[in-house]
């Protein structure tokens, strides 16, 4: 069984960063693309930022790109959500998901069939 465990949340003053983890079980890891989204309060989840399987390709929300940017380490099975210039409204818990085998990158929920638990990510001052 596929499992997703994610790192890396917390409280943060606006302008800073957080780093957000997401290691993957499996030994295909590199054969999958990966998401993260996010839900706030009172909102629905929504798609923040995905990387394909080959790392080549990424896709950003538009409240997110050139802020927030998403990697990938095979070698450690593990997704990264570098957060920078962080603000309010970013705050929700954030949540990692794995995509379909060789698939392009998905910015749909149901293009996702494992997620991880979340993590909250506050921002306030």
């Known amino acids: 069984q596929v499992q997703l465990v994610v790192s890396g949340g917390g409280l943060v003053e606006p302008g800073g960063s957080l780093r957000l983890s997401c290691a993957v079980s499996?030994?295909?890891?590199?054969?999958?693309?990966m998401g993260w989204f996010r839900q706030a309060p009172g909102k629905e989840r929504e798609f923040v930022a995905a990387?394909?399987?080959?790392?080549?390709?990424?896709n950003y929300a538009d409240s997110v790109k050139g802020r927030f940017t998403i990697s990938r380490a095979d070698a450690l099975n593990t997704v990264f959500l570098q957060m920078n210039s962080l603000k309010p409204e970013d705050t929700a818990v954030y949540y990692c998901?794995?995509?379909?085998?060789?698939?392009?990158?998905?910015?749909?929920?149901?293009?996702?069939?494992?997620w991880g638990q979340g993590t909250q990510v506050t921002v306030s001052s």
């Open positions: 990387i394909n399987w080959n790392g080549v390709g990424t």
């Open positions: 499996g030994r295909t890891f590199s054969s999958y693309s």
């Open positions: 998901a794995r995509g379909a085998r060789f698939a392009q990158i998905g910015v749909r929920e149901v293009d996702y069939g494992y």
